[in-house]
């Protein structure tokens, strides 16, 4: 039976007593020593059984992550990479059912509603706790078309051909520090593939969960959707809260092919002590539809601006991007549109929230290449402060090589009014319910975008958030 | 019904500046109340003072509903005991439903004791009592869905300060220019829409310009405010005199409080 651990108030960030802050006791059958070199990345790949070439990329990643420096722009990284865990091995195995999952863990997930949601509108499930993905389901009739869902390692193991061909391809190691860091010591991930025409009703969902202390979380997606295939995968992530400073630094990359559709989902709320520094970037080719949804909440520091890169006529990229930062959280994400071919459109929405002195910056790229004429990007980033120690910043990029472009910039940047605040309260709402109300409203715009079961779960997220607000 | 909202030698101030100098009202559940005067002279400024606006400090008097000293509490616990301003300039909230603001508020006025968190009311029956309560104000059911008072036109801004009047029920309601920025027939609307939900249960104070709405809403009381106080008081036909003869009269009578206007509006622009 799991015992968990309930977490002293005193040690509490005013926001982040809720459900997720639970900590499992669990007996992992491995765990790496803390630090990271070759030794380290070696045994990763020895544990794993990997081709050679597999543990290669590894070993040459780690080099490059060596020899880049920490990046001089974004939040204040003062993390000790040495004093983190790369690997932790949970169970022995996947579980099929829940049954085959060990007790405490499946307890873990019972909490955070997956076998629930899995029931009722999911097509397909995988459930990593620290470094493996412990739990992994799919539609059989899904199956039976063709659609692969599982872990990367498994697909490692089971589709070479496809790994061999993508993986690394779109965020190569050498793209920044972090996917250099990922690529090294990378373990677990969603590894999807949509065969051609083929349309998945109802989303495919994975939960990463951090559980150990000073732990480091590093999943690999690779999301590959053929010709005219549909999907919308959604990713959840949660960790209780220690003093200690753990690292989640995922890699993602996603390929849709001519007139296909990938809607990704990232609904996060990170405790207040974990480094988010993530790459997610997708290629979308000839009138395909790329859309991140990217909700970006909890964190000590989050750096992540998920990409589209529009390569051939009539790809459309849509990225909305909500951050909310609240005390000792700072939140750099935003987005990034490249158009590489003519005839592509892209937007950005953008909505931040600070408060209780957190800090949200929106930093984003709108990019069009020689050649790339009659393009269209749009972008559109809101701030909302809700007090006077907390602070917003907008930095936005643009680089045009092209005559024939259009882009768009709008940003606000606006504090909840007193009069607002008054006209609220003069109705009988309290002055927590007033600000509440402001911003649920003031997100509304990106929250209708989601799946019913998401927008009440994002909802909820932001009350959380909003409790303790006032005084 | 004897329940009084009575208000005593109430001053208050805007950044420093004193715009009430003592305004003394005294008004019964069922009465309705006419309060007219010049631009500047301090009509908004009682309403938002009594409401509890942040920015209005008191600077001495007194506001008590039944004995409960208004003052102390803060405007959401005023709206609670049985308050209600109809905004002469209503704040838009954009991305908030005007259903799902006035269930939260309904709620709150209605169960005065209703913690934060706890249940609202049911939604089966706030939807039919609000459905109910648009169709007499003639609003299409679609208004509903808008978000609060983002996008509206002038006319539809008032309807949507009555409907919630409506929704509330308050004790007392205090309209400031409900009237303004409405065409001829909006205001018979308004005027007959707000007799028919006040009755004989809500004392009101209307502060208006013209006699329009006043039609159906025959006040009991007419006050004139002048330089931040209320200078003289009579029955529906001082309303009628002013409406028709305008404030030269007052002006003439009381030169004290006509200077203080005077050095009111020079002072700064009139906050009204």
Redesign the interface.
Known sequence: MATDTPVSAEKENIGEINKYNFRTETKEVFKARKGLDAEIVAQISDLKDEPDWMRQFRLDALKVFESKPMPNWGGDISLDFQDVYYYLKPTDHQGKTWDDVPDEIKETFDKLGIPEAEKKFLAGVKAQFESEVVYGSLQEDLAKKGVIFTDTDTAVREHPELLREYFGTIIPPSDNKFAALNSAVWSGGSFIYVPPGVKIDFPLQAYFRINAESMGQFERTLIIVDEGAEVHYVEGCTAPMYTTESLHSAVVEVIVKRQGRCRYTTIQNWANNIYNLVTKRAVAYEDALMEWIDGNLGSKLTMKYPAVYMMEPGARGEILSIAFSSAGQHQDAGAKLVHCAPNTSGSIVSKSISKNGGRSSYRGLCKAERGAAQTKSNVVCDALILDPESRSDTYPYIEIDEQDVSVGHEASVSRIGEEQMFYLMSRGLTEAEASTMIVNGFIEPLIKELPMEYAVEMNRLIQLQMEGSVG | MSETLRIDGLRAAVEGKEILTGVTLNIQRGEIHALMGPNGSGKSTLGFAI?????YEVTGGSVHLDGVDLLEL???E???AGV??A?QR??A????KMAD?LR??TT??RNPERK?GEDLISMREFRKELREKMEQLRMDPEFARR??NDGFSGGEMKRAEIL?MAM?RPKFAILDETDSGLDVDAVKLASQSIADIGGSEMGILIITHHDKLLEHNRPDFTHVMLGGRIVESGGPELAAELHSQGYDRIREKYPEAAAAELAMQEEAAPVS
């Open positions: 409401m509890g606006h942040p920015a803060d405007p959401d005023r709206a609670r209600f301003l905004f209503p704040m909230i954009p991305g908030v603001f939260h508020a709150n006025v934060e978000y609060v919630q509330l």
